[in-house]
């Protein structure tokens, strides 16, 4: 293990922060707490704490405080506001007591914070008080885990560490492990640090660097020992699966996400291939040691306490399907039993949804579920994670985890489950793809979708460094929608890394200005290539993923007012719109029984790419009227905008008894209205 302490950069980030009125003290601690956050092989995702005690100024006086990271918080990019001041006096008060139960630890914790609208404090600040030295570093290394979670832990601990590391026996985060602890330190004062057993490591010192370098040092002494005692694997290659990534990823995301009578969520499914999973798969206790529990108890509420494990070789392709559905649904029972057998341990707990987060198909990869992309994300980097330290800990010697009993009081631990973010949005749990993203009405239209909390992926003609809009938060790919190959190869990528789809929004369109005079065949399949052709393979592509996953689905298209009320010298365009008139309710005919809406959006005259100044002005010269009039020709005489085209399509998207449906965006036109 490497340090990655540079005296140039602490000394930076100090005056860097003096200027922003925060002490060295603070600006230390962020700086090694960023440190250890941005490796993956000691923190993940909100993991491990730090701490610093130092002083502040309250009013006149100068005030003693811990500064602790707070609940959730990802070191990786932790700044003075991921930290909470505690009056350290009063925390340590709370040592005389002898029991203290969770909500009155947590009420005390409010109670003495500086200022209450700082971010909880994490639930071991009592640890971190408890202990006397200035700078307190909590780690789940990957390496000490894979040590101490074994039969005999405290046996490896002496022999590899000595009597630097104090030995704290497993027992749930809160007061009791805090007094448990501070009992242990005060019997060996001279440690540098403590091994909680199936946990973690803490290490502490009187600056920062001497913490921080204590936590390298330990970590590397781990690595070494796994390193030269650690039996090698014969590695097994398992020959080519018969189904893909992509092909498996809709028929799990259909049995975890199509239980509807309990009100289960849709969710994202997330592909990886890690570097070693032949090494994985090849371990012959595979099976004992996966489904042992977490290696460290923070993991469960992140990825279960067991994965699915899933073997097709043998297993017939057109087979595969039902099996899958097979084992899901034996997993999903497995753990209505477990929540029953322990349910007696928290009365008041509610059973989480009893699908698995990871899925680990021998020969092929990892799957990760979660209620969205970031979730599904957050859990395969803990899952892969959690299985690189299951082998590491079997190759030393047998892995072994927590009881039942302390993964089920972990699960569903209030505490812990708090830190878990849940989404209210409508649309959460939801793909939708956007063909024409990059553009106005596209972009538009991904916004609102987006905020509505559906991932979204743009597709659009541009290579990603040529479009002028922000895609943060969402994904594009580069498709061209008139060439069926290309959409399908990127419904593999969009399958892989989400799942499926569950909202096709068709919107990729161009429009061309002629009379059918003057009109050459050329510019007319032009036409009719991406203004139906394109919506036709996209739609044709996107309903297969929908009809695996069978959870129904919602198509819209952006059809356009030109499919019924034609306009002068606008042939070219209307035509295949017109058309595709007609292919969204031949689609919306031939497949309800599937549960897959059709519905369109008839707009008109809103200014976009498409309808550029330059096509305002040919179309209003068309009409014998000004560019302005020509804008706001409606009843209501307003000028159309891209938001309420996506508003339109959002609206059709949540009406779920509605389809072959057209709705008019334009502001009141009677010639072109619909029933």
Same mark, same amino acid.
Request: hydrophobic share 35%; net charge positive.
């Given at each position: 293990?490497k340090s990655?302490?540079?005296?140039?950069k602490?000394k930076?980030l100090i005056?860097d +922060?003096k200027?922003k009125?925060?002490?060295?003290?603070?600006?230390?601690?962020i700086?090694t707490?960023?440190?250890l956050g941005k490796?993956?092989?000691m923190v993940l995702?909100g993991?491990g704490?730090?701490?610093?005690k130092?002083?502040?100024?309250n009013?006149k006086?100068?005030q003693?405080?811990?500064?602790v990271?707070?609940?959730?918080?990802d070191?990786?990019?932790?700044?003075?506001d991921?930290f909470?001041a505690l009056e350290?006096?009063?925390?340590?008060?709370?040592?005389?007591?002898?029991?203290?139960? #969770?909500?009155s630890?947590?009420?005390?914790?409010?109670?003495?914070m500086?200022d209450t609208?700082?971010?909880?404090p994490?639930?071991?600040?009592?640890l971190?008080a408890f202990?006397?030295?200035k700078?307190?570093?909590?780690?789940?290394?990957?390496?000490?885990l894979?040590?101490?979670d074994?039969?005999k832990?405290e046996?490896?601990?002496?022999?590899?560490?000595?009597k630097k590391?104090?030995i704290?026996p497993?027992i749930m985060?809160g007061?009791?492990l805090?007094?448990?602890?501070?009992n242990?330190y005060?019997?060996?004062p001279?440690v540098?640090g403590?091994?909680?057993?199936?946990?973690?490591?803490?290490t502490?010192?009187?600056t920062a660097k001497?913490?921080y370098?204590r936590?390298?040092?330990?970590? %590397?002494?781990?690595?070494?020992?796994?390193?030269?005692?650690s039996k090698?694997?014969q590695?097994q &290659?398992?020959?080519?699966?018969?189904?893909?990534?992509?092909?498996?990823?809709?028929?799990?995301?259909?049995n975890i996400s199509?239980d509807?009578?309990?009100?289960?969520?849709?969710?994202?499914?997330?592909?990886?291939?890690?570097?070693f999973l032949?090494?994985l798969?090849?371990?012959p206790?595979?099976?004992?040691?996966?489904?042992?529990? *977490?290696?460290t108890?923070?993991?469960?509420?992140?990825?279960k306490?067991?994965?699915?494990i899933i073997?097709l070789?043998k297993?017939?392709?057109n087979?595969?399907?039902?099996y899958l559905n097979k084992?899901?649904?034996?997993?999903k029972?497995n753990y209505?039993? +477990?929540f &029953?057998n322990?349910?007696?341990i928290?009365?008041s707990a509610?059973?989480?949804?009893?699908?698995p987060r990871?899925?680990i198909?021998?020969?092929l990869g990892?799957?990760?579920?979660?209620k969205?992309?970031?979730?599904?994300?957050?859990?395969?980097d803990?899952g892969l994670?959690?299985?690189?330290?299951?082998?590491?800990?079997a190759?030393y010697?047998v892995?072994? %985890?927590i009881?039942?009993?302390?993964?089920?009081r972990m699960e569903?631990w *209030?505490?812990?489950?708090?830190?878990?973010?849940?989404s209210?949005?409508?649309?959460?749990?939801?793909?939708t793809?956007?063909?024409?993203?990059a553009?106005?009405l596209g972009y538009a239209?991904?916004k609102r979708?987006?905020? $509505?909390?559906?991932?979204?992926?743009?597709l #659009?003609?541009k290579d990603k460094k040529?479009?002028?809009?922000?895609?943060?938060d969402m994904? +594009?790919y580069?498709?061209d929608?008139?060439?069926e190959?290309?959409?399908?190869q990127?419904f593999k990528?969009?399958s892989?890394k989400f799942?499926?789809v #569950?909202?096709l929004v068709?919107?990729?369109?161009?429009?061309?200005?002629?009379?059918?005079?003057?009109l050459?065949?050329?510019?007319?399949?032009?036409?009719?290539?991406?203004n139906?052709?394109?919506?036709?393979?996209f739609?044709k592509?996107g309903?297969?993923i929908?009809?695996i996953?069978?959870t129904?689905g919602?198509?819209l298209?952006n059809i356009s007012?030109?499919?019924?009320n034609?306009?002068?010298?606008?042939?070219?365009y209307?035509m295949p719109k017109?058309?595709?008139f007609y292919?969204?309710k031949q689609y919306?005919?031939?497949?309800?029984e599937?549960?897959?809406?059709?519905?369109?959006?008839n707009? #008109?005259?809103i200014k976009s790419?498409l309808?550029?100044d330059k096509?305002?002005?040919?179309?209003?010269?068309s009409?014998?009227v000004?560019?302005e009039?020509?804008?706001?020709?409606?009843?209501?005489?307003?000028?159309?905008?891209p938001e309420?085209?996506?508003?339109?399509f959002?609206?059709l998207?949540? %009406?779920?008894?509605t389809?072959?449906?057209v709705?008019?965006?334009d502001?009141?036109k009677? $010639?072109?209205?619909?029933?």
């Amino acid at each position: 293990m490497k340090s990655n302490w540079n005296n140039n950069k602490a000394k930076k980030l100090i005056n860097d +922060y003096k200027s922003k009125g925060i002490n060295k003290d603070l600006a230390l601690r962020i700086y090694t707490s960023q440190l250890l956050g941005k490796n993956s092989e000691m923190v993940l995702h909100g993991g491990g704490n730090t701490s610093v005690k130092s002083t502040i100024k309250n009013l006149k006086n100068n005030q003693d405080v811990i500064f602790v990271k707070g609940s959730g918080k990802d070191m990786a990019n932790i700044d003075s506001d991921g930290f909470a001041a505690l009056e350290i006096n009063n925390l340590n008060k709370l040592k005389k007591y002898s029991k203290i139960d #969770d909500y009155s630890m947590i009420n005390f914790q409010r109670k003495f914070m500086v200022d209450t609208t700082n971010l909880n404090p994490s639930v071991e600040t009592l640890l971190h008080a408890f202990l006397p030295y200035k700078y307190v570093d909590h780690t789940h290394s990957n390496a000490i885990l894979s040590l101490i979670d074994q039969p005999k832990p405290e046996k490896i601990c002496n022999k590899v560490f000595g009597k630097k590391l104090a030995i704290v026996p497993y027992i749930m985060p809160g007061f009791d492990l805090a007094k448990l602890a501070s009992n242990i330190y005060k019997k060996s004062p001279d440690v540098e640090g403590l091994i909680l057993l199936y946990h973690g490591i803490f290490t502490f010192g009187n600056t920062a660097k001497e913490s921080y370098d204590r936590m390298i040092k330990y970590i %590397s002494i781990a690595e070494n020992e796994l390193r030269k005692n650690s039996k090698k694997i014969q590695i097994q &290659k398992y020959r080519e699966n018969k189904i893909s990534a992509s092909s498996l990823s809709n028929i799990i995301r259909k049995n975890i996400s199509n239980d509807l009578k309990d009100n289960y969520e849709k969710r994202i499914v997330y592909f990886y291939k890690p570097k070693f999973l032949d090494e994985l798969f090849s371990h012959p206790n595979i099976n004992n040691f996966s489904n042992q529990g *977490p290696v460290t108890p923070d993991h469960v509420i992140r990825i279960k306490s067991k994965p699915l494990i899933i073997d097709l070789n043998k297993i017939d392709e057109n087979k595969i399907p039902k099996y899958l559905n097979k084992e899901i649904s034996k997993y999903k029972l497995n753990y209505i039993k +477990y929540f &029953k057998n322990n349910s007696h341990i928290n009365k008041s707990a509610k059973m989480l949804d009893p699908y698995p987060r990871l899925i680990i198909v021998k020969g092929l990869g990892i799957f990760s579920t979660g209620k969205n992309f970031n979730d599904a994300k957050i859990a395969m980097d803990v899952g892969l994670n959690s299985m690189k330290v299951k082998l590491n800990a079997a190759k030393y010697g047998v892995f072994k %985890s927590i009881s039942e009993k302390e993964i089920f009081r972990m699960e569903y631990w *209030p505490l812990e489950l708090s830190k878990l973010k849940k989404s209210s949005k409508k649309l959460a749990g939801n793909i939708t793809v956007v063909t024409g993203g990059a553009g106005v009405l596209g972009y538009a239209t991904a916004k609102r979708f987006l905020n $509505e909390g559906s991932e979204v992926i743009l597709l #659009d003609i541009k290579d990603k460094k040529n479009i002028d809009c922000d895609v943060k938060d969402m994904t +594009y790919y580069k498709c061209d929608v008139t060439k069926e190959n290309e959409v399908a190869q990127v419904f593999k990528k969009i399958s892989e890394k989400f799942g499926g789809v #569950d909202i096709l929004v068709s919107n990729a369109g161009i429009a061309i200005h002629s009379s059918l005079e003057k009109l050459s065949r050329k510019d007319l399949n032009k036409s009719f290539d991406i203004n139906l052709f394109g919506h036709h393979n996209f739609i044709k592509q996107g309903i297969k993923i929908m009809k695996i996953q069978n959870t129904g689905g919602a198509v819209l298209l952006n059809i356009s007012k030109q499919s019924v009320n034609p306009a002068p010298n606008f042939g070219a365009y209307g035509m295949p719109k017109a058309t595709l008139f007609y292919l969204m309710k031949q689609y919306a005919v031939e497949n309800g029984e599937y549960g897959i809406r059709f519905n369109g959006i008839n707009a #008109d005259r809103i200014k976009s790419k498409l309808l550029n100044d330059k096509l305002i002005n040919l179309r209003a010269k068309s009409r014998g009227v000004s560019k302005e009039k020509y804008m706001m020709g409606n009843l209501l005489n307003v000028e159309v905008k891209p938001e309420d085209v996506a508003d339109a399509f959002y609206f059709l998207a949540i %009406s779920k008894k509605t389809t072959a449906c057209v709705l008019t965006v334009d502001g009141g036109k009677v $010639e072109a209205s619909l029933r």
